[in-house]
């Protein structure tokens, strides 16, 4: 087992950069995730630790060691690829036997250990078997298994339940994490999907335009996003540019921009200085109330019903307060909750402590 | 250098290298060099000559060439799309034999397939001559010969590439394609020209692609039929033969730019637009031939046609099985026996040039496997600078007219030189096989890499980041996934080094006189039977091997081209 750092780390590809000044640290047997949409960097960080990209700039470190031009062979780390990657003209046993082989152990310990593997990810009778007749989740527990069998440092899982169908997906996920407890190994674990990321992992780093946008544990990214491309990239939000315009020891007053709404927020939620930029609230659906009577207080807005669709536990509800702000909200199936329809005058409700103020980032990149 | 795998790139890359500049760009080099030689000084004097209209030979034969060669392409077209049609769109009684028929004329090699058609339907062919004494005919009422007789033999042996590029295509089209055409209301005639045909443009360029080049090169069929009608190729040969390496350099040049003209064209032509299917096709729907009158119509051509198709296949056959003498003044063989056969194994004179090709082509193959494997794995899975350049110098034999590439080596190798480490290649044995070895490095390397391709690079990853080196996993992972597509195309090059004429006619040598050249050998003698035998065996073993490489090898017919 080892921790894994990557200090600034870049990576180029011709006129490209995949992957800018990153800084890192993935701790003993934490299960760790990259987390962003497609192309933004945390695949080409991932095979960096594996070995197979060598940063332009930056120095790898496993535990204490230098391991940035180290080749894949020598790193010790088991990889699952989004494809799996098994060797199509060996069987089940063969494919998890090769990492030991390799290894030169005698055939006595590799026939052992191939065979507690399999029995854990619960392919002992498939041994036998080609790949090809395999199912998909089946293929999948392969690729564990032979990651595993080789007691790597690191766990590396490029997507690994992204060609898998949504409910294979599930059993999958709660198997991984079963496994990497078992085994209290390092891993680090790249998606795009938020759901994984944030049911799996110890903390995530969320990647966006190959730069780190924020790491933290699941709970912090979502509550408290650094900026507002995490807080619309993790779960759904209301982001609203704003202007500070007046703060005190205990709150401060925002002005929407540009139809100038005044929002009051808890000074807890704005721990940021603000001449970093431009600013913008987020709330998020589920903090938002919808009142069918107007009342005094403040973050009340008016505004019109123009969409609610039903998805069984939840309303999800669009309010058009003016024709630059649309407020989503989402709502839990309650008797209470399902008396108004399209059309309806209602008031939004934006309670100070669920709003959160976060910079804005001017995105320059090319996506 | 930071990175280690750069540095296993370059490992690789050096042997590569000085294969392809020493034995492919040096001889090719050599050419250019010697057509701008002339009694020892450098001038375009040779050029001039070629374009002068006093020596209009050589112009002539220039336009008969690029002449046969659009005809040619013309003609396999309309035959080998028509075909492809017929036997991918409808369905029909005997379909599939008559469409396995349809490609036998590959199993020829071109100077066998020439015989056979001399035999059929030249002076004394069999068929003019059964249809004269059929009718009591005074003559016989035609025979091929000159351009007609070169037009019919290729037509024969070329059309297969269209039908099969033109099947493949066709059965790759996803039939959802044409039935959204239909959807949208369109008629039969125009789902054809506004869908299907434009679907097929990448097959039917590869196809006359192919063909025009294939076409510009023949050897055989001018060499034996031609009689005084000059093309290029024939044109080099005799050049070369009356000592005149100067214009032969000089005529090389000018039908290799012909050659590499119109390939470039075609790519820039192909590259225009992308016809890739977003999803692959799901097996084409072929429509059923009901009324009863259309469906004896279908059989009858198709019968007719597999005749004829087989007919030279049968006659070489037959041919082959008529012992000398017993078929000199009367019309018709008159005895069969397996003397021609019997004799390889009695006479060692007879069976020398047998063993000559077969070890020849072995050797030539062997280094073929090897360098094309390693070739091939460079250009697909490693990054490098000068990786286009590379691809275009493996390209080159293939773009290169035989005879071409035959003066190519006379030129390099006819003096001692590094590559030929300090020897004259060019009077021994090892001239040929290093002649086969060059000519289809493109064959071998491009069917590595068909199956490289398809090879994901995570399943060597997967290796590597599992503590496996570099060549464990090439030798482990790499080469048994790859291996049967690898053996595919070497062994497709072994039959067709066996059967190999433009460069051997050039390069061979009393002692190393491959089949090919005996076949030759053995007609000037009018020993026909002794020429068909050696055919014979050629078609086995090219039957053989297609038959191996469909079954076991996962090759299919129409990559084999």
Known sequence: ??????????????????????????????????????????????????????????????????????????????????????????????????????????????????????????????????????????????????????????????EPLSNLDARLRDDMRSEILRLQREFGITTIYVTHDQVEALSMSDRIAVFNFGVCQQVATPEEIYNKPANDFVAQFIGETNVMPASLIYKDEHHAVFKLEPAGQKIKVKKTNCHISQDKGHLALSIRPEGVNILKQHCEGDNIFKGKVVFIQFTGALFHTHIKIDKHLIIRATQLNTEANISFNTGDDVWVHLPQENVRVVPKIEVTANA | ?????????????????????????????????????????????????????????????????????????????????????????????????????????????????????????????????????????????????????????????????????????????????????????????????????????????????????????????????????????????????????????????????????????????QN???????????????????????????????????????????????????????????????????ENFVLLF?????????????????????????????TSYVLVKRKFIGKNLLDILVMIPWALPATVVGMNLILAFNHASVFSLGKILVGTFWILPLAYFIRFIPLVVRSTNAVLEQLDDSIEEAARSLGAKWFYTFRRIVMPLILPGVLGGTLLAFVQAVGEFPTSVLLYTLDNRPISIEIMNQLRMFNTGQAAAYGMIQVVLIAVVLFISNKYLGVKSENTL
């Open chain 1, 1 to 158: 087992m080892s921790s894994v750092s990557l200090e600034a780390v870049q990576k180029t590809f011709g006129k490209t950069t995949a992957v800018n000044d990153l800084n890192l640290t993935i701790h003993e047997g934490e299960f760790f995730t990259f987390l962003g949409p497609s192309g933004c960097g945390k695949t080409t960080t991932l095979r960096m630790i594996a070995g197979f990209y060598y940063p332009t700039i930056g120095t790898v470190r496993f535990n204490d060691k230098d391991m940035t031009t180290v080749p894949p062979e020598k790193r010790n780390t088991g990889m699952v690829f989004q494809n799996y990657a098994l060797f199509p003209h060996m069987t089940v046993f063969e494919n998890v036997a090769f990492g030991l082989k390799v290894r030169r152990l005698p055939r006595a310990d590799i026939r052992k250990r191939v065979i507690s593997v399999l029995s854990k990810v619960r392919l002992g009778h498939y041994s036998d078997r080609q790949v090809s007749q395999l199912s998909g989740g089946q293929q999948q527990r392969v690729a564990l298994a032979r990651a595993l069998v080789v007691e790597p440092e690191i766990l590396l899982l490029d």
């Open chain 2, 346 to 374: 009695q006479d060692p004179e007879i069976l020398h040039p047998l063993k000559n090709s077969l070890v020849i082509s072995f050797i030539a193959v062997l280094g073929d496997f090897i360098f094309g494997m390693i």
């Open chain 2, 1 to 269: 250098m930071r990175n280690p795998e750069k540095r296993k790139t370059v490992y690789l890359l050096i042997p590569i290298a000085v294969i392809l500049i020493g034995y492919v760009l040096y001889p090719a080099l050599s050419t250019l060099f010697e057509s701008f030689q002339n009694k020892g000084a450098v001038t375009i004097a040779n050029y001039t000559d070629f374009f002068s209209a006093k020596t209009s030979s050589n112009l002539i034969a220039l336009w008969h060439s690029v002449y046969i060669s659009i005809l040619s392409v013309i003609i396999s077209a309309i035959i080998g799309m028509t075909l492809a049609f017929i036997f991918n769109k409808y369905n029909f009684p005997g379909r599939k034999l008559f469409s396995g028929i349809a490609i036998m004329p590959i199993v020829l090699p071109s100077l066998v397939g020439v015989m056979a058609f001399m035999f059929l339907y030249g002076e004394a062919g069999l068929v003019p001559n059964a249809i004269k004494d059929l009718f009591h005919l005074k003559d016989i009422p035609f025979k091929i010969g000159g351009i007609t007789g070169i037009l019919i033999v290729h037509a024969y042996t070329m059309y297969p590439y269209f039908y099969m590029t033109v099947s493949s295509a066709l059965n790759n089209i996803d039939p959802s394609l044409e039935e959204a055409a239909y959807n949208l209301g369109a008629g039969r005639w125009r789902v054809f020209w506004e869908v299907t045909f434009p679907l097929l443009t990448p097959a039917l360029i590869a196809a006359s692609l192919l063909v025009f080049m294939v076409s510009m090169a023949s050897f055989s069929a001018p060499f034996l039929l031609a009689g005084g009608y000059r093309v290029l190729s024939l044109q080099i040969y005799f050049s070369k033969m009356n000592g005149n390496l100067d214009m032969a350099a000089t005529q090389s040049i000018i039908l290799s730019v012909v050659s590499i003209a119109f390939l470039l064209f075609m790519r820039w032509f």
């Open chain 2, 272 to 338: 225009r637009k992308d016809y890739r299917m977003a999803n692959k096709g799901i097996g084409a729907h072929q429509s059923e031939v009901n009324h009863p009158f259309m469906k004896i119509v279908m059989v009858t051509i198709g019968a007719i046609g597999m005749v004829i198709l087989l007919l030279p296949h049968a006659t070489i056959l037959m041919m082959s099985l008529v012992p000398q003498g017993a078929w000199t003044w009367q019309t018709y063989p008159t005895k069969f026996n397996f």
